[in-house]
């Protein structure tokens, strides 16, 4: 789902609806919800509070006002603190993504995938976010049933009853003259 969001561009109303969800749950406080999506998290304010809840400290300094280099250092903040919480680097939005509005579907992405990193810290007790992550199911087998596997003959290699193409001809045959 999020590899067509992020190829296409294009934006959906429901994950960023579901975004701010969890951001407000997770701030703890109601987000105005008058203005819209990107221009909320434009100044990188309330997603550097986010992560300061998420990770206590981890963002020592929150620029509120000033100009635009001032309001996209928290940008980079936010950035850094979430490749900190385990966002692989792939998920985290570039600054102009934001700031420029360039890609605002990998901004949602970036928050889910917050989330979704969030669900396998033990220290995280906050609202899920997404589907569940998968956990690793490792399995043990014995050399008996490995040996055993050998025999099946998966239909996989294209059996048909010992069938085979020889001695078909397709076309025309190829003639070479010297």
Known sequence: MFAALNAKKTRDAELESQALDWIEANLGEPIDRKKPYDDLLKDGIILCKMMNKLMPGCIKKIDTK????ALMQNIERFQAAAKQWGVPANEVFQTVDLWEKKNIPQVTLCIHAL??????????????????????????????????????????????????????????PRSIMD
């Open 66 to 69: 000033g100009g635009g280099f």
């Open 115 to 172: 989330g979704r990193v969030a669900q396998l810290r033990p220290d995280y007790k906050g609202p899920q976010l997404g589907p569940k992550m998968a956990e690793k199911n490792e399995r043990q087998f014995t050399e008996e049933q490995l040996l055993e596997a050998k025999n099946t003959v998966s239909l996989q290699y294209g059996t048909n009853k010992g069938a085979n193409q020889s001695g078909i001809n397709m076309g025309k």
